[in-house]
Structures are given as C-alpha cells and as structure tokens.
C-alpha cells in the first residue's frame, strides 16, 4: 500500500480532568445558581411567541378552519406538515437515548437528556395540530374511545386513529423514560441544593432515591427495557404517521418505501434539532467538557447517513414511479421536480440531500459553526419535504378541473411560529431547573466508574492505549 | 486497563486435519450435476429452483458484506472475535458471481419481460423497456457482482494484512473503505433485488422491495453465524475465545432484525393489502391462493412469531439446543420465503415442490460453504492485530 | 457515641468507602462473612456489584410481559367490541375482524402498558417513593448522590454487633463510620 493511514484511538467520552465531584457540580450547580439575565430575557421572548401561539388557537377555535389557506383540492396544509415535522424532531431525543442504548454507545449521556427534554416538547407542539385541526375542538374526545350521545366508536380501521394512539403513547413512554433517568439527578440537586423549597420539590420527585444498589439493580432492569420498548416504539411511530399517507391512494402518498423512509427523515430532523440546541446551550452553560467536539462529529455522521437513506428514497420514489407504468405516479413527480412547486421539491433535495454531504469532510465535521448552519438547514429541509408530500400530491390530483395551488394565510405562519414559543418556552424551563445532563450515567461512562481501573492500592489507574509500531517487513506471523 | 489484559488461549488455525472444504465441495459437484440433469428433463423447473438457490446464498454474503462495514463505521468491539467469519463469506463474493451466469441463460424462462411479442402488445411493460431489457440486465450483474466482490475483497484483505502488519493505521482504511461502500450497497441491493425477484412479475412494484430482501437476508445472517461457531465449537475451535457472552450478542442481535424484518415485510404488505389498489395486490393475491395460503402463514408464525416469543426471553440466548432449533428454523424460513417470492411465477396455483428445488440448493450451498471453508482455514480465525481485539475478548455482560 | 442518640433503636452502621472497587471488593467480604441485611450505596451503578453483593436475577422481567400481555388482550377486547359487536360496519369492503388494520394499535397499546410495567414496576421493586429513610440523617450520606460509596450493615442482619460490625468495617478500609439511629 502506498499510502499509510494514521490510526485515531476512540476519544474520551468526557474531556479534561475531571472526577465525580466536578462533573455533579459542572452541571448541577447550573440548577443551583440564582437564575442569570439572559435566561429571563430569552424566556419572555419564549412566551411572547407562545402567546401569539394561544391568539391563533384562540382565534382559529372562534372563527374555524377557514382562516387557514386550504382550499379544495389542498385539504391538507401547513397543519400536516407541521405535525409531522415537530413529531420527526421528536424521534431523536428517543432514538439517542434507547437505541444507541441498546448498541452500547457510551457517547449518548452527554446528550440524551437534553434530546428526550426536545423529544417530549416537541411532541407536545406536534400534539397540537391534530388536536385543533378538528374544527370542532370541543368535541375532540370523540377521537378517543369514549362512550358518547351519538353511540360510536371510533374507527379502528383508520390511521388517523392509530395516530391518536401512537402519539399518546409515544408522549407517555418518553415521559416515563425521561423521568425514571431523572429520578436519581434530581435525587443529586435535592442533596445539594441549600433552600427549603427547592429542598422539598426536588425531593419529592426524587421519590426518596437514595443510590441502593439494591435499586440500581432493578433500576437498571427497568431502564434496559424501556430502551428496548422505546426502540420499537419510535419506529412505529412515523411509521404510522407514514400510514396517514401511505395507504391512501393518492399517488405520491401511496408507496411502500414511506415507514422506513419517514423514520430515516424524523431522525435526520431529530439529530440535526439536537445539534442546534445543544451547540447553543454547551456554548451558553460551559460544557464544552461533556458535549464534545467527538460528540457532534458522530451526530454529524449519522446526519450523513440518515440524510443519505432520505436521499435513496428520493431516488427510489422517482425510479418506481416510472417503473411502475402507472401514468398518475409518473405525471405526480415530474410535478414535483418540475411542476409549480419545483421550488420547494429543490429546496428539500438541496437541503436534505446535498447539504449533509459536506460531512464527510472531518474538518467541517469537527466544525462547530459549520454544524450549526447545517443543522439548520437540514431542519429546514425536512418541512419542505413535509410540503412537498403533503401539498404536490394533492393540488394536481385525478381531475385536472380541480387543481389549484395552495398559500399559507397569516394565522397558518402565526400558528406555526407560535409553537417555537411553546417550544421554548418549556426547554427554558427544562434548562433552569432540570440537570441537562444525565449525571449519573456520565459517570457511569467515565473509566473512574470501572472497579478494574484501580490497582492494588485504591488508586486510579487510567486505561491507556498503546498504538503499536507496525512490523517492517514481516510476512510471517 | 489495569488488570492484566485477556489472552487468547485457544489454536488460532484452522484444525488440518478436519477437512470440511472437499466434503463440500462433493457436495456441490455431485448437486450442481444432478441440477444440470434436472435441466435436460425440465428447463423451466430448473431455472427457477436455481435462482430461489442463489438468491440464498448470495444474501448471506450481501449480509456479510454489510455487518463488516457497520462493523467497521461503528466501530465495534463486540464481533471482533467473530468477524473472521461473515469475512470468509464477504470475500468470495468475486468468486461467486460465476453463478449468475445460469441465471443470464436462463432468463428467457425467468422473466417474462425477455419475450418481445410479449411486450409489444403491453403499453405498460413496453414503458419499462429502458430498464428492463437484456443487455442491460446482464451489466447490470457485472457492476453489482464487481462492485461487491470489490468491497468482501478488499475489506477482508486488509483484514489479513492487519495480522502481518499489526498497522493499526488499516483501520482508518478499513473505515474509509465502509463509509461509501454502505452506501453503494444500499443502492446495488436495491437494484439487485428489483432484477433477480421483483422483475419476476414484471408488472408488479415496491418501492420497499430492495429494503425488504436486505431484512431478510440480514435476519437471516445471524443464525448462520451462531450454527457455524456451534459447529466450531464442538470441533473444538475457538472454544475459549468466542465465549457465552458473544453468542448472546449474536442472539440480541438476532432477535432485534427478527423484528426489523417483521416491521419492513408487514408494513409493505399492509400498505398494499389497504390501499387494494389492483395492479399491487395481484402479487400478494397470488400467494394467498390454493396452497401458497398456508405458506404465506407459515411465514408469519414460524419467522417471526416463534423466533420472537422464544429469543425474548433473556435465558432462551443462553440455551444452545434453543438458540439451534430457533436459528434452522429461521434459515429454513428465508429458503421458504424466497421460493414463496419466486415460485408462485412458475405455479400459479399451489405449491408444487420438485426435487430440483434441493439438488441446486445443495450444489450451490456446497460450492459456497466449501468456498467459505477454504477461505476461513487460510488465516487466522481471529484478527488478531485488531485494537479492539483485548475489548471483545474481556465482554462479561450481566444483562 | 451521642449521648441524645442512646435511648432510640440502630438502623444500621454506614460506612463510607474511597472508590467503585474498594465498595465491589468490601461487597465480597461482607458477603463471605455472613452479612445478608446490607446495602451499598453509589452514585451511579458499579459494574459487576451485583456478583459482589449476590444479588438476585430481578424480577422486573415478568412484571412487564404480564403488562404487555394484559395491554395486547385489552387492545383486542377493545377493538372486537366496538368494531365487531356494538357497531359493525363495512369499511372499504375488507372484513370486520380487520386483522391487519388492527394491528398498530395493538403494538401501542402492547408497548404502553409494558412500559407502565417497566417503570411502576420498579418503583414497586424498589419500595420507592420513600421520603423518610434513617439514612438522611446522616449529613455525610449526602455524598451518595455525588461521589461517594457507601455500605450499610443493618441491624435487622442475625449477626448485627454494633461494636463487631464497626470493627469489621474499619479492617475492611472503611472510613467515616457511624451508626444510623431509626426515627
């Protein structure tokens, strides 16, 4: 071989010289410290939004779905998209905590807390759309099977139900799982912290933690399995949020390739959501330490991947929908790629396709604001290719009498503009009060939480890794 | 690490005197020979059987191919003391694609898109033509067989070269090598299974397809794995070195793409059994008629349900006479289910099984299986050189 | 020994150790010599105690599959009655037992009840929530939610001396021990 490679030994999940000590207090003490000016100030921008958020409800509960842009034959707007937009960036904070879990990547608990908080915010503003899209939004129990005056029940059959239901439960699995982790962080801050309320609300959701390994034992049982109940569940989910579409047949929606097509997009959304916040927040809070550049080069790497596997289904949709001989899939994407919203069709394929690839670069993976940019991008990829599906297929149907193009109205902006102060609103919270970081499980990764890293004597013996020189010449052995 | 690291106790070459590789290569020879009689008295029956054949085998080696290079992105420190293994059968990917050559010959009794008349009279398959037409089927083998025999090749070459070298900087290149190289296979697969089995029925299309036979043949992987290093373990081969705790990781993983493989084929089936919209469902139709009912059924309980019952069970991983009965069971339903995808083209109506359908299994598996063997004895049966080599050897999971 | 301390009944005698191996090794000799009524306490899981401390397989396994299965057959109770008894419909020509369609919320329902198994569960394992515990007494105790390791030999255990377990602790490498009064 002509060219000889370097060899990089796997770097240390927590940078610089820390022990337990340091890490309990780089993170806890953020909850511990009197609330600093700039949170105050981001967090009244936070709740202006989320005001204009409840005026726009408030309005569209008044005045009905007419003050969004639909129109026949759009039907479905930025409602839909916006749903499944927030729901992928959810898919994340799950995905990073229970599936690289199970693949036993140490690199997860710098980030998973921070990721399961977005998750379960961001389902909070997915939850809102189905919920008053209904136009009549008092009657909204009739979505759950709840006996009611008109003696119905409602469609099992459908998969706007299996919506309800994956939804729901993917908000209170999250929960359960964001929780159970917390239970022995917030047990850590009720130790420490001096006043008497803090004292007492931190201790009673800390439900009397008191590190047994008696309790580890079972705690670590438990959270094992709601990993491996999570990982199925995040699939299923923008699967059947895939299946709102998919079995349709509307040309366009109904394709076999969309489950696993919309679970690599919620990823790629979720990862390139995570990278954003967590770029802010490492900045803002100092944790260079534990949210390291190592860290967002793998995140990088799976942005790569999961925007490349969006990219093959890109591919795949434009092959089979020639293939197919079928004249509506054939005329649906060429609309796409070159009808009245080539536009967004191009700005998803730039976005979610080309962008990431500058990542295989290292030097911009290991970039910090390179990423950041990237993310950004690629999350506003991800709402036009929401766009792109819900409204192309949609505006050009069967009966080319009936096509018409689709525009937001103000109130379809506002509301979508809105549910970042939802959004925020709670992650400002999260950030004051809740450690971002899993505490105890970062110090479970790190190599002083291994009894066979200590000698003879009690004292720690760091693990090291010796490259070894190649061998000249040596054919045998 | 502090304590002193492990070491590999057992002999690192393959036994001398056990010589697997010329029983199967009689296998294959006195298989392959029977098919080639089988050919004069029934052409037809012949090719199909063949191509339900090499579509196994050859997702076994695309199977390889891919955990090597997630094993390389990622990483891994877990199958380091087995990677020798999906190597030996990634690497003869080059040599394998000789096989295809009865299925270009056979084409003209495969697909149906082969017959000119047949497509002049049908504006939907005329529409295909730019694709599906017979040179460009038989490029198309090349780039796909050219590019995976490219990738086995080398990734395991490198793999041994590292036992000579013990140039840690291989890994970097081993890494560089996977990255695209997944990437690619994602694409090739794709288009591989759209020509070998869903050009079958030249009418029908799923955008998921290429999807699908790569769960399938994924799932299928890791039972082959954990038969094989049982075998070697009764030899006596690497008794110490691939221990309890990495057949464990074998059945998890196992079990995890047991789940994957029913998410990918039933979503696929729900969302044209659904929709209901004719030109889709004639596939699955077929195979819900007469006697491919039963098999279709089978599929459902005997590939995913009892797999899944049984490996949930945490101590099920542990219980070899267990974990054997479940990975035949599963490798026997991959055979299954490919001839399910295949067959119904040749009977219509039932399943009507021929005995040329075991002559080429047992040809081609004796070809592949000797190939393998012969591949595996040449070198070392671990990486020895490899960094992450002392972390596999020291994994004791309580979980 | 305080003097306030000397009318009310010992929980037990905490004992604080330096590291996650000296914690694992001390779980070993507690085990060996006879203790059974004992704990250890760390701020994360140690890798390997529950040899040391001979802990048993956790039970938590059969709790979630009984929730599982109790979610799966309540899902089809659910759907066989309000989609095949109370109000049948044809919808799109398929049958009523709709298997297929049934399915995704049968996996919620499957994977919702499991996971309230999971985490209730082991709450209820635990005796968790416990707000009061005669280990909060104990001012140095609060390290165990940070950086300390601490064992504790309660007085429940049949070979309980107050004297002959603080000795046993201090040869066992043991610093800052003390005795842990109940309420």
């Given at each position: ?16 010289n820390h ?34 958020l ?45 599936i ?17 908080a977005m ?8 939850g ?16 759950f099977?709840?006996p ?18 994956a939804?729901s ?9 964001w929780?159970?982790?917390l239970?022995p ?19 009673v ?10 309790h580890?034992?079972n ?9 491996g109940?999570?990982t ?10 895939s299946?709102d579409?998919a ?9 076999t390739?969309?489950p ?9 959304s979720g990862f ?36 490349t ?7 795949m ?51 910090v ?13 991800m ?6 599906i ?40 999260f ?11 970062l110090?479970?990764?790190m ?20 490259v070894p ?9 | ?16 005197n056990?010589?697997?590789t ?25 090719f ?16 390889s191919?891919?955990l090597?290079?997630i ?16 190597e030996?059968?990634a690497?003869?990917?080059?040599i ?7 299925i ?9 898109w082969?017959?000119a ?5 049908d ?27 490219f990738?086995?090749?080398?990734l ?7 036992d ?8 970097e ?14 694409i ?14 030249p ?11 790569f769960?399938m043949?994924f799932?299928a992987l ?12 009764k030899?006596?081969?690497?008794e ?6 990495h ?15 029913a998410?990918i084929?039933f979503?696929?089936f729900l969302l ?14 077929h195979?819900?008629e ?14 995913f ?6 490996l ?18 599963v ?34 598996g ?14 070392k ?19 | 020994m305080d003097?306030?301390h000397?009318?009310?009944?010992i ?13 694992t ?5 507690i085990?060996?010599?006879?203790y ?7 701020p ?43 109000y ?14 049934w399915?995704?919320?049968l ?12 985490v209730f ?22 390290k ?19 004297e ?10 043991a610093?800052?021990i ?6």
């Amino acid at each position: 071989m002509s060219k000889t490679y370097e060899y990089v030994p796997e770097p240390a999940l927590v940078k610089g010289n820390h022990d337990f000590k340091d890490i309990t207090a780089m993170i806890t003490d953020i909850n511990i410290r009197p609330t600093p000016k700039g949170w105050y100030v981001a967090f009244g921008i936070a709740n202006m939004l989320l005001l204009l958020l409840l005026g726009s409800i408030g309005y569209l509960v008044w005045e009905g779905t007419g003050i969004w842009g639909l129109n026949s034959p759009v039907g479905w707007g930025w409602a839909i998209i916006n749903f499944v937009w927030w729901v992928g960036i959810g898919h994340a904070g799950t995905l990073i905590s229970a599936i690289l879990f199970l693949f036993r990547q140490g690199w997860r608990t710098a980030i998973n807390r921070f990721a399961e908080a977005m998750t379960i915010f961001a389902v909070m503003c997915a939850g809102i759309f189905p919920a008053i899209h209904v136009g009549r939004i008092w009657v909204v129990y009739w979505m759950f099977p709840l006996p009611n005056q008109m003696l119905m029940w409602p469609n099992f059959n459908s998969p706007l139900l299996w919506d309800v239901f994956a939804v729901s439960t993917y908000f209170t699995v999250s929960l359960l799982f964001w929780y159970v982790g917390l239970v022995p962080d917030l047990a850590t801050v009720r130790d420490r912290i001096k006043s008497k309320i803090g004292k007492m609300a931190y201790g009673v959701f800390a439900l009397g933690w008191r590190g047994s390994n008696r309790h580890w034992w079972n705690y670590e049982k438990s959270y094992m399995i709601l990993a491996g109940l999570a990982t199925p569940l995040v699939l299923s989910v923008h699967t059947i949020v895939s299946f709102d579409f998919a079995v349709s047949i509307i040309p366009g929606w109904h394709t076999t390739i969309f489950p696993p097509y919309f679970v690599a997009g919620a990823v790629f959304s979720g990862f390139a959501m995570v990278l954003s916040l967590m770029i802010i927040c490492r900045k803002i809070y100092g944790l260079e330490d534990i949210m390291t550049i190592d860290h967002m080069e793998k995140m990088n790497i799976v942005v790569l991947v999961t925007g490349t596997m969006v990219g093959f289904a890109y591919i795949m949709e434009q092959f089979i929908a020639w293939y197919s001989g079928v004249e509506y899939e054939k005329f649906i994407f060429m609309m796409r790629a070159a009808g009245p919203y080539a536009w967004a069709y191009w700005i998803m394929f730039a976005c979610n396709v080309f962008s990431p690839q500058f990542f295989w670069s290292k030097k911009l993976r290991r970039n910090v604001t390179f990423t950041f940019i990237i993310s950004i991008i690629v999350n506003i990829g991800m709402w036009f290719e929401r766009f792109v599906i819900t409204v192309t297929s949609l505006s050009t149907d069967f009966l080319p009498s009936s096509w018409g193009y689709y525009s937001p109205t103000i109130w379809d902006v506002a509301t979508y503009v809105g549910t970042f102060g939802l959004f925020f609103t709670f992650f400002l919270l999260f950030l004051r009060f809740l450690p971002m970081v899993a505490v105890a499980e970062l110090k479970g990764v790190m190599p002083q939480a291994d009894p066979h890293n200590y000698d003879e004597d009690g004292e720690f013996v760091p693990p090291k890794v010796e490259v070894p020189e190649p061998y000249k010449n040596q054919t045998n052995q | 690490m502090a304590s002193t690291s492990p070491k590999i106790t057992d002999s690192l070459q393959f036994p001398d005197n056990l010589d697997v590789t010329k029983t199967f290569y009689g296998f294959g020879a006195v298989g392959l020979i029977a098919s080639g009689v089988g050919y004069f008295l029934n052409a037809e029956q012949f090719f199909f059987s063949y191509l339900t054949s090499f579509a196994f085998f050859t997702s076994i080696g695309l199977a390889s191919l891919i955990l090597l290079m997630i094993h390389h992105i990622t990483r891994s420190s877990w199958g380091v003391v087995i990677r020798r293994i999906p190597e030996a059968f990634a690497s003869n990917l080059w040599i394998w694609s000789i096989f295809i050559i009865p299925i270009l010959l056979g084409m003209h009794s495969l697909y149906h898109w082969t017959h000119a008349d047949y497509v002049a009279q049908d504006p939907i398959l005329a529409g295909k033509t730019a694709y599906l037409n017979t040179p460009f089927f038989v490029i198309r083998q090349f780039i796909y067989f050219g590019i995976w025999g490219f990738l086995g090749y080398k990734l395991h070459k490198i793999s041994v070269d590292m036992d000579k070298t013990n140039d840690w900087g291989l890994m970097e290149l081993l890494k560089k090598l996977s990255a695209p190289g997944i990437l690619i296979f994602a694409i090739t697969i794709a288009f591989a299974s759209f020509d070998w089995l869903m050009s079958l029925d030249p009418h029908w299309f799923s955008t998921m397809f290429g999807i699908y036979y790569f769960a399938m043949s994924f799932q299928a992987l890791f039972p082959i794995l954990i038969l094989i290093i049982f075998w070697m373990h009764k030899k006596g081969i690497l008794e110490n070195t691939i221990q309890k705790s990495h057949i464990y990781d074998l059945g998890a993983w196992f079990f995890g793409f047991t789940i994957f493989y029913a998410y990918i084929a039933f979503s696929q089936f729900l969302l044209i059994y659904y929709a209901n919209i004719p030109e889709e469902t004639l596939w699955f139709y077929h195979r819900l008629e007469g006697s491919w009912a039963y098999v279709s059924y089978s599929l459902i309980i005997c590939r995913f349900a009892i797999p899944f019952i049984v490996l949930l069970n945490r101590d099920t991983k542990h219980n070899h006479k267990v974990l054997i009965s479940v990975s035949i069971l599963v490798i026997a339903m991959h055979i299954i289910e490919l001839y399910w995808i295949v067959m119904p083209t040749l009977h219509h109506h039932g399943v009507s099984i021929s005995w040329l359908d075991f002559t080429t299994l047992i040809g081609l598996g004796g070809i592949f299986m000797g190939l393998f063997f012969q591949r595996l004895k040449k070198h070392k049966l671990v990486p020895v050189n490899d960094p992450n080599l002392p972390d596999s050897l020291h994994k004791t999971y309580h979980q | 020994m305080d003097k306030k301390h000397s009318d009310k009944t010992i929980y037990g005698i905490l004992a604080e150790f330096k590291n996650p191996r000296e914690l694992t090794d001390a779980s070993k000799t507690i085990v060996e010599s006879g203790y059974r009524n004992f704990d250890t306490f760390s701020p994360f899981p140690i890798h390997g105690i529950d040899k040391a401390m001979n802990l048993n397989k956790s039970k938590l396994g059969w709790i979630v599959a009984g929730h599982g299965l109790l979610g799966l057959l309540g899902g089809v109770a659910l759907i066989y009655f309000t989609m095949v008894v109370d109000y049948p419909m044809n919808i799109s020509g398929k049958s009523l037992i709709n298997v297929p369609a049934w399915i995704p919320v049968l996996f919620e329902l499957t994977v919702l009840l499991s996971a309230f198994g999971a985490v209730f569960g082991m709450f209820f394992l635990n005796g968790l929530p416990k707000f009061n515990h005669p280990l909060f007494d104990s001012e140095n105790f609060k390290k165990a939610t940070d950086d300390g390791f601490f064992v504790c030999i309660e007085s429940e255990d049949p070979q309980f001396e107050e004297e002959k377990v603080s000795k046993f602790l201090k040869d066992a490498g043991a610093t800052n021990i003390e005795t842990i009064y109940e309420e």
